[in-house]
């Protein structure tokens, strides 16, 4: 049974870094089956795909375009888990940030195919205020 | 605004069948088989009930299924139970930039 567990500060001041991170256990981080997702939600905002990252003969990360130059994206394999940083905050980030696994389609691509979120972790609340 | 369109709330009698429609355009829903559709309790992170525009994960009761009609697609929830009340999301791969849309939600009563 995958699991996964996100952590976060709960409360980032206006302009500051925010540093989220997800355990996962019953998968590998590296695994060429999945690609692992940051996602958040928020009641003015909906729900958000955020980022990836996965491994496939290298590391792949992809981003969402209008939050490309404020975010990355890290997977750290000794711990079996992956990060985000959001640069910059606003107001506007304060969300559920939840990770997610999307596995891959047998015989195709995980970025032509890991865009089913079968595995998500309980989520962390996120404040931006000062 | 969401990427896809979803009726705000539907609501019906436990027993009855209901359907939540999300709709899209070519370059997601319709273009592509990657819909899924995604159940949250409130306090809960979403779960998948739906996979590839009509499969249902293990575990997931047979009472769900998905179906698309060009860039529109349905979630059905037949036999309504009060454990079916709950947010309902559908998202889609999308060949623009931001790789997922999600829908904006349907709010599901169970009279």
């Known amino acids: 049974q995958v699991r996964l567990q996100e952590s976060g500060p709960g409360l980032v001041r206006p302009s500051q870094t925010l540093s989220l991170t997800c355990d996962i256990s019953?998968?590998?981080?590296?695994?060429?089956?999945?690609?692992w997702i940051w996602i958040r939600q928020s009641p003015s905002r909906g729900l958000e795909w955020l980022a990836r990252?996965?491994?496939?003969?290298?590391?792949?990360?992809d981003y969402a375009l209008s939050m490309k130059s404020r975010m990355s994206i890290k997977a750290d394999t000794s711990k079996n888990q992956f990060s985000l940083q959001l640069n910059s905050v606003t107001p506007e980030d304060t969300a559920v940030y939840y990770c997610?696994?999307?596995?891959?389609?047998?015989?195709?691509?995980?970025?032509?195919?890991?865009?089913?979120?079968?595995?998500w972790g309980q989520g962390t609340a996120v404040t931006v205020s000062s | 605004q969401s990427a896809l369109t979803q009726p705000a709330s539907v609501s019906g009698s436990p027993g009855q069948s209901i359907t939540i429609s999300c709709t899209g355009t070519?370059?997601?829903?319709?273009?592509?088989?990657?819909v899924s559709w995604f159940q949250q309790h409130p306090g809960k992170a979403p779960q998948l009930i739906i996979s590839d525009v009509s499969q249902r994960p293990s575990g997931i009761s047979d009472r769900f299924s998905g179906s698309r009609s060009g860039n529109t697609a349905s979630l059905t929830i037949s036999g309504l139970q009060t454990g079916d009340e709950a947010d309902y999301y559908c998202?889609?791969?999308?060949?623009?930039?931001?790789?997922?849309?999600f829908g904006g939600g349907t709010k599901v009563t169970v009279l």
């Open positions: 990252t996965y491994y496939g003969s290298q590391w792949y990360h």
């Open positions: 070519s370059g997601d829903v319709g273009g592509f088989n990657y």
């Open positions: 997610a696994r999307a596995g891959r389609q047998t015989g195709k691509s995980c970025y032509s195919s890991c865009y089913t979120f079968d595995y």
């Open positions: 998202s889609s791969y999308t060949s623009s930039t931001t790789f997922v849309v």
């Open positions: 019953g998968d590998s981080v590296s695994s060429n089956s999945a690609a």
